[in-house]
């Protein structure tokens, strides 16, 4: 079987967070948002961290994504609007080789109400 997955997942333990912020949040939820556009990003980040049973960790592109979700063990991905659709099921399919248990989610707006209603019921 040909490894498709980056190099960062292959070496997924070398990508560990530090003690400090795992414990930190350890007891959160862990969220990776994905949006192309850095303003929107940040303030979904910020929205999600509004929540004090969240964490957030945004990332603006695939190789952010890609990093960000050898480093952590998220329990959903919020995809924002602006990536394309091959991008998307890349990451998707890397995300699920490595998780196959891992949430996603879409989110193209429409306010914090709506964004915390969308986590809330992918949790279940």
């Known amino acids: 079987m040909l ?27 862990q969220i990776l948002a994905i949006g192309r556009h850095p303003e929107i990003l940040q ?8 929540n004090p049973e969240w964490n957030a960790t945004g990332a603006a592109t695939d190789d ?14 919020l995809l924002g609007g602006g990536i394309e659709q091959d991008s998307e099921d890349r990451l998707c399919a890397a ?9 996603i989610v879409q989110h193209y707006g429409g306010g914090s109400g709506l964004l915390t209603a969308e986590i809330y019921q992918a949790l279940g």
């Open 64 to 77: 952010e994504a890609m990093l960000a979700f050898a480093a952590a063990e998220f329990k959903l991905v």
């Open 43 to 50: 303030t979904v980040v910020r929205l999600i961290n509004n």
């Open 3 to 29: 490894n498709v997955l980056p190099l960062a997942f292959r070496h997924r333990k070398a990508f560990r967070p530090s003690p400090l912020t795992f414990n930190l949040n350890k007891m959160k939820t």
């Open 95 to 103: 995300f699920r080789a490595l998780n196959p248990q891992i949430i």
